[in-house]
């Protein structure tokens, strides 16, 4: 008897069905994996702000107030003034509110390399990134900036990267077309950033963040609108607030909100580094237009689909929606303003914060 053998084997067809197939499956899957990836980031998020909270509250009982907006002498000097604003009570030291939280954010090792008069409203210290002095960042304590771009270095323990400062939904270390953010705050309804320029390969050992405090609407705005300073916030520049200043009540109002501190569509221009994130305003809304406005250095922002997270005065952690464009006057303009002012009298409707 004669056996005949075949060799089994897919024909061509048969190949590109079955590779069809698992074209059109791992199309249906990825999806779902982004939005499970994405709640785990934003959950992630959720929690860091709430971590911020809590160690807010955990300065004020250690120290019987929340820690400033920023901190700025008026007898502040640089060594380069040529590099900032040139007014008096503008040379630094440039020290934001998250600076203050270190140890409370198990960062006490960062903590301890500061100097002290980095915290002193009377100080004589000027601005953080402009003031160390230019030694090799393997044999002396301060990074050289190539080129003398800021006239010096700066310091080592701006250099510590604090992964619970960053949204993981974001990446702020690919960045930027302009360069770093190192002061940031609300005064007098305007906003101040001074900013290290890129090249990037120069700032990228700074450590950057995507959260920053709540100055209210424009912060202390004494030389803006009754109806702007009437939603003044918890951070101001050199600011004393203590949780009972908060009249509206803790679980109403904003203490520290989302920043992309650049375009969310798009090239990014700047980043935020936490060692100058201050306090931000809200009166320009959170837009999200891909066209025309789309998120900018002066906005609250959030890598997250519709929505930035805020961590409230109580610590909880509140998402609130996005809106198409800045609508001033309207009534989900109010609510914000009055959820991010920190006495206003204001009864918020929470529908118009959840809602576009």
């Known amino acids: 008897m004669i056996h005949r053998y075949r060799k089994l084997a897919f024909t061509l067809i048969e190949l590109l069905v079955v590779i069809a197939i698992i074209a059109i499956l791992i199309g249906l899957l990825l999806p779902a994996v982004q ?14 702000l709430h971590q911020v909270a809590i160690a807010a509250h955990n300065y004020e ?58 915290f002193d409203p009377n100080t004589t210290e000027g601005a953080w990134g402009y003031n160390t002095p230019p030694f090799d960042f393997q044999k002396g304590p ?30 702020p270390y690919d960045y930027k077309t302009a360069g770093v953010i190192d002061a940031y705050w609300t ?55 203590r949780i009972s200043d908060i009249k509206d009540g803790t679980s109403n109002t904003l203490l520290f909100g989302e920043t992309l501190a650049g375009a969310e569509y798009g090239a990014r221009d700047f980043a935020l580094t936490w060692a ?37 005065g109580d610590g909880s952690v509140r998402r609130i929606t996005k809106v198409g464009a800045r609508n001033l006057g309207s009534p989900r303009w109010y609510a914000f303003m009055g959820a991010s002012g920190k006495r206003d009298g204001d009864v918020v409707d929470e529908s118009q914060l959840t809602t576009n």
Not at 35 to 48: D, I, P, Q, Y
Not at 207 to 227: E, F, H, Q, R
């Open 142 to 171: 301060g990074y050289t900036w190539p080129g003398g771009i800021n006239g010096t270095g700066y310091p080592i323990w701006s250099t510590t990267k604090i992964k619970s400062l960053v949204c993981p939904s974001d990446d």
């Open 35 to 48: 939005k499970v990836r994405e709640a785990a980031n934003r959950a992630s998020c959720s929690n860091n």
């Open 276 to 312: 100058g994130s201050g306090c931000m305003p809200t009166s320009y809304e959170l837009v999200d237009n891909k066209n025309n406005p789309s998120p900018q250095w002066y906005n609250f922002s959030s890598k997250h689909p519709g929505i930035v997270q805020f961590a409230m």
């Open 61 to 118: 009982s250690a120290n019987m107030r929340l820690p400033p907006g920023l901190v700025m002498s008026i007898n502040a000097v640089n060594v380069n003034p040529q590099y900032v604003y040139p007014t008096p009570g503008y040379a630094g030291p440039y020290t934001g509110c998250l600076v203050f939280l270190l140890p409370y954010l198990e960062q006490q090792a960062t903590y301890d390399l500061i100097p002290r008069d980095m």
């Open 187 to 241: 005064e007098q309804g305007s906003i101040w950033i001074d900013y290290l320029w890129n090249p990037p390969l120069e700032i990228d050992p700074i450590g950057l963040t995507n959260y920053i405090g709540c100055a209210g609407a424009k912060g202390d705005a004494v030389d803006d609108s009754a109806l702007m300073q009437k939603y003044a916030g918890v951070f101001l520049k050199n600011g004393r607030a």
